[in-house]
Protein backbone atom coordinates (compact mmCIF):
# COMPACT_ATOMS: atom_id res chain seq x y z
CA UNK A 1 0.00 0.00 0.00
CA UNK A 2 1.20 3.30 -0.37
CA UNK A 3 1.23 6.54 1.96
CA UNK A 4 -2.19 8.29 2.29
CA UNK A 5 -1.44 11.36 4.08
CA UNK A 6 2.16 12.51 3.94
CA UNK A 7 2.17 14.15 8.40
CA UNK A 8 -0.68 12.47 10.72
CA UNK A 9 -1.36 13.69 13.91
CA UNK A 10 -3.09 11.87 16.84
CA UNK A 11 -4.19 13.30 19.87
CA UNK A 12 -4.90 11.11 22.52
CA UNK A 13 -2.78 7.92 22.91
CA UNK A 14 -4.97 5.32 24.13
CA UNK A 15 -6.09 1.92 22.89
CA UNK A 16 -8.03 3.28 19.78
CA UNK A 17 -4.65 5.64 18.80
CA UNK A 18 -1.91 3.22 19.47
CA UNK A 19 -4.24 0.35 16.83
CA UNK A 20 -4.00 2.98 14.51
CA UNK A 21 -0.43 3.77 14.78
CA UNK A 22 0.83 0.29 14.69
CA UNK A 23 -1.95 -0.38 11.40
CA UNK A 24 -1.01 2.72 9.62
CA UNK A 25 2.88 1.52 9.88
CA UNK A 26 1.70 -1.93 9.04
CA UNK A 27 0.22 -0.61 6.02
CA UNK A 28 2.63 2.11 5.43
CA UNK A 29 -0.15 4.57 5.49
CA UNK A 30 1.57 7.85 6.90
CA UNK A 31 4.85 9.40 6.41
CA UNK A 32 5.30 10.65 9.57
CA UNK A 33 2.96 10.34 12.92
CA UNK A 34 3.03 12.48 15.54
CA UNK A 35 1.20 12.17 18.71
CA UNK A 36 0.46 13.61 21.88
CA UNK A 37 -1.17 12.57 25.52
CA UNK A 38 -1.97 14.82 28.16
CA UNK A 39 0.01 12.96 30.43
CA UNK A 40 3.43 12.91 30.83
CA UNK A 41 3.27 9.87 32.18
CA UNK A 42 1.19 8.20 28.76
CA UNK A 43 4.09 10.08 26.59
CA UNK A 44 6.97 8.57 28.28
CA UNK A 45 5.15 5.43 27.50
CA UNK A 46 4.64 6.18 24.02
CA UNK A 47 8.37 7.07 23.70
CA UNK A 48 9.95 3.90 25.65
CA UNK A 49 7.55 1.43 23.38
CA UNK A 50 7.76 3.33 19.99
CA UNK A 51 4.33 4.65 19.63
CA UNK A 52 4.56 7.65 17.14
CA UNK A 53 7.46 8.69 15.26
CA UNK A 54 7.56 12.08 17.30
CA UNK A 55 6.06 12.49 20.78
CA UNK A 56 4.98 16.01 21.62
CA UNK A 57 4.74 17.79 24.91
CA UNK A 58 1.43 20.12 23.49
CA UNK A 59 -1.23 19.18 21.14
CA UNK A 60 -0.59 22.35 18.98
CA UNK A 61 2.85 20.88 18.10
CA UNK A 62 1.57 17.54 17.77
CA UNK A 63 -0.63 19.13 14.66
CA UNK A 64 1.77 21.51 13.02
CA UNK A 65 1.91 20.68 9.60
CA UNK A 66 0.11 17.53 9.72
CA UNK A 67 -2.16 16.49 6.70
CA UNK A 68 -4.24 14.42 9.08
CA UNK A 69 -5.33 15.05 12.98
CA UNK A 70 -7.41 12.36 14.36
CA UNK A 71 -8.73 13.04 18.13
CA UNK A 72 -8.84 9.96 20.26
CA UNK A 73 -9.43 11.57 23.17
CA UNK A 74 -12.86 10.30 25.21
CA UNK A 75 -16.31 12.02 23.85
CA UNK A 76 -16.00 14.99 26.35
CA UNK A 77 -13.21 16.92 25.94
CA UNK A 78 -13.07 16.61 22.27
CA UNK A 79 -14.78 20.05 21.97
CA UNK A 80 -11.91 21.41 24.39
CA UNK A 81 -9.04 19.80 22.75
CA UNK A 82 -10.71 21.49 18.99
CA UNK A 83 -10.17 24.57 20.39
CA UNK A 84 -6.86 24.31 21.65
CA UNK A 85 -5.14 23.31 18.33
CA UNK A 86 -7.39 25.13 16.06
CA UNK A 87 -5.09 27.81 15.63
CA UNK A 88 -2.35 25.72 14.77
CA UNK A 89 -4.12 23.62 11.95
CA UNK A 90 -2.38 23.66 8.21
CA UNK A 91 -4.99 25.00 5.98
CA UNK A 92 -6.12 22.01 3.45
CA UNK A 93 -5.68 19.49 6.26
CA UNK A 94 -8.72 17.24 7.36
CA UNK A 95 -9.79 16.67 10.96
CA UNK A 96 -11.57 13.72 12.06
CA UNK A 97 -12.20 11.85 15.33
CA UNK A 98 -12.90 8.58 16.47
CA UNK A 99 -15.16 9.23 19.13
CA UNK A 100 -18.63 6.71 19.83
CA UNK A 101 -21.01 9.48 19.55
CA UNK A 102 -21.74 11.49 16.53
CA UNK A 103 -23.99 14.63 17.12
CA UNK A 104 -22.49 15.79 20.30
CA UNK A 105 -18.80 15.61 18.97
CA UNK A 106 -19.79 17.60 15.83
CA UNK A 107 -21.92 20.49 17.91
CA UNK A 108 -18.60 20.50 20.04
CA UNK A 109 -15.55 20.52 17.14
CA UNK A 110 -17.33 21.71 14.33
CA UNK A 111 -17.76 25.56 15.75
CA UNK A 112 -13.65 25.51 16.67
CA UNK A 113 -12.30 24.67 13.37
CA UNK A 114 -11.33 27.37 10.50
CA UNK A 115 -12.87 27.27 7.09
CA UNK A 116 -9.70 26.44 6.00
CA UNK A 117 -10.04 23.09 7.14
CA UNK A 118 -12.09 20.14 6.27
CA UNK A 119 -14.07 18.25 9.53
CA UNK A 120 -15.14 14.87 8.95
CA UNK A 121 -16.51 12.49 12.05
CA UNK A 122 -15.62 9.25 11.91
CA UNK A 123 -16.09 6.22 14.43
CA UNK A 124 -14.10 2.82 14.30
CA UNK A 125 -16.38 -0.61 15.42
CA UNK A 126 -13.83 -1.84 16.94
CA UNK A 127 -12.40 -2.33 20.28
CA UNK A 128 -11.40 -4.11 23.51
CA UNK A 129 -12.31 -3.93 27.21
CA UNK A 130 -8.26 -2.58 27.70
CA UNK A 131 -6.68 0.82 27.45
CA UNK A 132 -3.61 3.13 27.19
CA UNK A 133 -1.17 3.42 24.89
CA UNK A 134 0.14 -0.37 25.61
CA UNK A 135 -2.90 -1.56 24.77
CA UNK A 136 -2.97 -1.61 21.06
CA UNK A 137 -2.59 -3.83 18.29
CA UNK A 138 -2.66 -3.41 14.38
CA UNK A 139 -5.01 -5.90 13.67
CA UNK A 140 -8.12 -4.39 16.08
CA UNK A 141 -9.59 -2.63 12.89
CA UNK A 142 -9.21 -5.76 10.32
CA UNK A 143 -12.69 -6.89 8.87
CA UNK A 144 -14.45 -4.40 11.14
CA UNK A 145 -16.87 -1.83 10.05
CA UNK A 146 -15.49 2.19 10.27
CA UNK A 147 -18.61 4.73 10.12
CA UNK A 148 -17.72 7.65 8.86
CA UNK A 149 -20.25 10.79 9.15
CA UNK A 150 -19.50 13.81 6.87
CA UNK A 151 -20.96 17.08 7.83
CA UNK A 152 -23.12 18.50 5.10
CA UNK A 153 -20.97 20.56 2.77
CA UNK A 154 -18.13 18.22 3.34
CA UNK A 155 -15.65 17.80 0.47
CA UNK A 156 -16.29 14.31 -1.15
CA UNK A 157 -11.88 14.58 -2.28
CA UNK A 158 -11.30 14.64 0.74
CA UNK A 159 -13.97 12.27 2.49
CA UNK A 160 -12.43 9.31 0.08
CA UNK A 161 -9.00 10.28 1.44
CA UNK A 162 -10.45 9.59 4.99
CA UNK A 163 -11.80 6.50 3.56
CA UNK A 164 -8.80 5.13 1.65
CA UNK A 165 -7.15 5.40 5.14
CA UNK A 166 -9.80 3.68 7.29
CA UNK A 167 -9.45 0.50 4.59
CA UNK A 168 -5.48 0.69 4.65
CA UNK A 169 -6.42 0.32 8.45
CA UNK A 170 -8.15 -3.03 7.34
CA UNK A 171 -12.03 -1.55 7.96
CA UNK A 172 -15.05 -1.49 5.99
CA UNK A 173 -16.37 1.64 5.41
CA UNK A 174 -19.70 2.87 5.30
CA UNK A 175 -21.04 6.79 5.64
CA UNK A 176 -24.15 7.39 7.75
CA UNK A 177 -26.01 10.29 9.22
CA UNK A 178 -24.90 11.69 12.70
CA UNK A 179 -28.51 10.95 14.60
CA UNK A 180 -28.97 7.98 13.02
CA UNK A 181 -25.63 6.64 14.14
CA UNK A 182 -25.66 7.34 17.86
CA UNK A 183 -29.47 5.39 17.93
CA UNK A 184 -27.97 2.82 15.91
CA UNK A 185 -25.03 2.72 18.25
CA UNK A 186 -26.82 2.62 21.28
CA UNK A 187 -29.02 -0.04 20.36
CA UNK A 188 -25.46 -2.37 19.56
CA UNK A 189 -22.92 -0.73 21.93
CA UNK A 190 -23.99 2.13 25.09
CA UNK A 191 -27.55 0.13 25.88
CA UNK A 192 -25.15 -3.51 26.23
CA UNK A 193 -22.98 -1.38 27.69
CA UNK A 194 -25.16 -0.04 30.51
CA UNK A 195 -26.75 -3.39 31.21
CA UNK A 196 -23.63 -5.08 31.67
CA UNK A 197 -22.93 -2.41 34.04
CA UNK A 198 -26.02 -3.28 36.07
CA UNK A 199 -25.57 -7.10 35.79
CA UNK A 200 -22.22 -6.82 37.10
CA UNK A 201 -23.45 -4.22 40.10
CA UNK A 202 -26.30 -6.18 40.87
CA UNK A 203 -23.71 -9.49 41.56
CA UNK A 204 -21.54 -7.12 43.69
CA UNK A 205 -24.82 -6.28 45.71
CA UNK A 206 -25.87 -9.41 46.32
CA UNK A 207 -24.29 -10.48 49.47
CA UNK A 208 -25.80 -13.67 49.93
CA UNK A 209 -23.71 -14.77 47.07
CA UNK A 210 -19.87 -13.83 48.04
CA UNK A 211 -17.85 -12.45 45.92
CA UNK A 212 -15.37 -15.71 45.53
CA UNK A 213 -18.10 -17.74 44.74
CA UNK A 214 -18.79 -14.88 41.68
CA UNK A 215 -15.18 -15.43 40.25
CA UNK A 216 -14.76 -19.28 40.92
CA UNK A 217 -18.12 -20.24 39.31
CA UNK A 218 -18.89 -17.33 37.08
CA UNK A 219 -20.61 -19.27 34.28
CA UNK A 220 -19.92 -17.65 30.85
CA UNK A 221 -22.94 -15.08 30.47
CA UNK A 222 -21.82 -13.43 33.76
CA UNK A 223 -17.87 -13.67 32.78
CA UNK A 224 -18.49 -11.91 29.21
CA UNK A 225 -21.09 -8.98 31.30
CA UNK A 226 -17.61 -8.93 33.37
CA UNK A 227 -15.58 -8.29 30.75
CA UNK A 228 -18.03 -5.20 29.38
CA UNK A 229 -17.80 -4.01 32.66
CA UNK A 230 -14.14 -3.49 32.36
CA UNK A 231 -14.42 -0.80 29.98
CA UNK A 232 -12.51 2.35 30.52
CA UNK A 233 -14.92 4.66 33.00
CA UNK A 234 -14.27 7.97 31.94
CA UNK A 235 -15.01 6.93 27.98
CA UNK A 236 -18.15 5.39 29.24
CA UNK A 237 -19.49 7.74 31.58
CA UNK A 238 -18.75 10.70 28.31
CA UNK A 239 -20.25 7.68 25.97
CA UNK A 240 -23.95 8.34 28.61
CA UNK A 241 -23.45 12.07 28.81
CA UNK A 242 -23.62 12.87 25.17
CA UNK A 243 -25.85 10.12 23.71
CA UNK A 244 -28.33 10.83 26.35
CA UNK A 245 -31.41 10.83 24.26
CA UNK A 246 -30.88 8.23 22.14
CA UNK A 247 -29.51 5.28 25.09
CA UNK A 248 -32.47 6.59 27.24
CA UNK A 249 -35.04 5.72 24.51
CA UNK A 250 -33.63 2.26 24.05
CA UNK A 251 -33.44 1.50 27.50
CA UNK A 252 -37.02 2.52 28.19
CA UNK A 253 -37.67 -0.10 25.13
CA UNK A 254 -35.50 -2.71 27.15
CA UNK A 255 -37.47 -1.75 30.56
CA UNK A 256 -40.53 -2.95 28.56
CA UNK A 257 -39.58 -6.04 26.94
CA UNK A 258 -37.84 -7.47 30.42
CA UNK A 259 -41.23 -6.64 31.90
CA UNK A 260 -42.51 -8.82 29.15
CA UNK A 261 -39.91 -11.41 30.10
CA UNK A 262 -40.48 -11.38 33.68
CA UNK A 263 -44.52 -12.07 33.42
CA UNK A 264 -43.51 -14.85 31.18
CA UNK A 265 -41.29 -16.67 34.00
CA UNK A 266 -44.19 -16.03 36.56
CA UNK A 267 -46.70 -16.91 34.74
CA UNK A 268 -44.86 -20.29 32.92
CA UNK A 269 -45.85 -18.85 29.68
CA UNK A 270 -42.71 -21.59 28.08
CA UNK A 271 -44.13 -20.65 24.21
CA UNK A 272 -43.56 -17.02 24.63
CA UNK A 273 -39.94 -17.82 26.23
CA UNK A 274 -39.26 -20.34 23.61
CA UNK A 275 -40.33 -18.31 20.72
CA UNK A 276 -38.48 -14.98 22.26
CA UNK A 277 -35.49 -16.84 22.21
CA UNK A 278 -35.70 -18.38 18.92
CA UNK A 279 -36.04 -15.14 17.65
CA UNK A 280 -32.54 -13.92 19.60
CA UNK A 281 -30.79 -16.77 18.38
CA UNK A 282 -31.09 -15.73 14.81
CA UNK A 283 -29.58 -12.86 15.23
CA UNK A 284 -26.26 -14.34 16.60
CA UNK A 285 -26.43 -16.45 13.42
CA UNK A 286 -26.71 -13.70 11.12
CA UNK A 287 -23.06 -11.77 13.21
CA UNK A 288 -21.12 -15.06 12.81
CA UNK A 289 -23.03 -15.04 8.53
CA UNK A 290 -21.86 -11.31 8.76
CA UNK A 291 -18.29 -12.46 9.39
CA UNK A 292 -18.67 -10.06 12.71
CA UNK A 293 -17.74 -12.68 15.21
CA UNK A 294 -16.72 -16.62 15.10
CA UNK A 295 -18.34 -19.81 15.86
CA UNK A 296 -15.55 -20.95 17.93
CA UNK A 297 -16.62 -21.55 21.53
CA UNK A 298 -14.41 -19.38 23.67
CA UNK A 299 -14.57 -20.43 27.61
CA UNK A 300 -12.47 -17.55 28.35
CA UNK A 301 -9.36 -19.19 27.11
CA UNK A 302 -8.81 -16.85 23.94
CA UNK A 303 -5.47 -15.33 23.36
CA UNK A 304 -5.36 -11.26 23.61
CA UNK A 305 -4.07 -10.60 20.07
CA UNK A 306 -0.19 -9.58 20.43
P1 LIG B 1 -8.04 5.43 26.13
O1 LIG B 1 -7.29 4.18 25.81
O2 LIG B 1 -8.59 5.61 27.50
O3 LIG B 1 -7.13 6.70 25.76
C1 LIG B 1 -7.61 8.00 25.86
C2 LIG B 1 -6.49 8.98 25.55
O4 LIG B 1 -7.04 10.30 25.64
C3 LIG B 1 -5.33 8.92 26.51
O5 LIG B 1 -4.12 9.05 25.81
C4 LIG B 1 -5.54 10.13 27.41
O6 LIG B 1 -4.35 10.69 27.88
C5 LIG B 1 -6.19 11.10 26.46
N1 LIG B 1 -6.99 12.10 27.18
C6 LIG B 1 -7.96 11.88 28.09
N2 LIG B 1 -8.45 13.03 28.56
C7 LIG B 1 -7.78 14.00 27.92
C8 LIG B 1 -7.81 15.42 28.00
N3 LIG B 1 -8.66 16.05 28.82
N4 LIG B 1 -6.98 16.11 27.22
C9 LIG B 1 -6.09 15.47 26.43
N5 LIG B 1 -6.00 14.14 26.31
C10 LIG B 1 -6.83 13.42 27.07
O7 LIG B 1 -9.28 5.63 25.14
P2 LIG B 1 -9.68 4.88 23.79
O8 LIG B 1 -10.34 3.59 24.14
O9 LIG B 1 -8.57 4.90 22.83
O10 LIG B 1 -10.85 5.85 23.30
C11 LIG B 1 -10.59 7.04 22.62
C12 LIG B 1 -11.83 7.47 21.85
O11 LIG B 1 -12.22 6.41 20.98
C13 LIG B 1 -13.04 7.78 22.73
O12 LIG B 1 -13.69 8.91 22.23
C14 LIG B 1 -13.93 6.56 22.56
O13 LIG B 1 -15.29 6.91 22.67
C15 LIG B 1 -13.59 6.10 21.16
N6 LIG B 1 -13.74 4.67 20.90
C16 LIG B 1 -13.35 3.74 21.84
C17 LIG B 1 -13.52 2.40 21.58
C18 LIG B 1 -13.14 1.36 22.62
O14 LIG B 1 -13.63 0.24 22.59
N7 LIG B 1 -12.25 1.66 23.53
C19 LIG B 1 -14.05 1.98 20.34
C20 LIG B 1 -14.37 2.94 19.39
C21 LIG B 1 -14.22 4.28 19.67
P3 LIG B 1 -3.68 10.17 29.25
O15 LIG B 1 -3.27 8.76 28.99
O16 LIG B 1 -2.52 11.08 29.39
O17 LIG B 1 -4.72 10.31 30.31
Same mark, same amino acid.
Given at each position: ??V??D??????????????????K?G????????YA????????????????????????????????????P????????AE?A?????G????? @?????R? @???? @?? !????D???????H???????????????EL??????L???? !???? !??????L????????????????????????????? !???I????????????????????QY??????D?????????????D???????????????????L???????????G???HD????????????I?????????D????????
Amino acid at each position: MSVIYDRVALIGLGLIASSMFWAMKRGGLAGEVTGYARSAETRDTARRIGLCDRVCDSAADAVEGADLVILCVPVGVMGAIAAEIAGGLKPGATVTD @VGSVKRD @VIEN @VA !PHLPDTVHFIPGHPLAGTEHSGPESGFAELFDNRWCLLVPV !PGSD !PMAVARLRALWEGLGSNVEEMEADHHDLVLAVTSHA !PHLIAYTMVGVADDLRRVTDSEVIQYSAAGFRDFTRIAASDPTMWRDVFLTNKDATLEILGRFTEELFALQRAIRTGDGDHLHDYFTRTRAIRRGIIEAGQDTDAPDFGRAKKPS
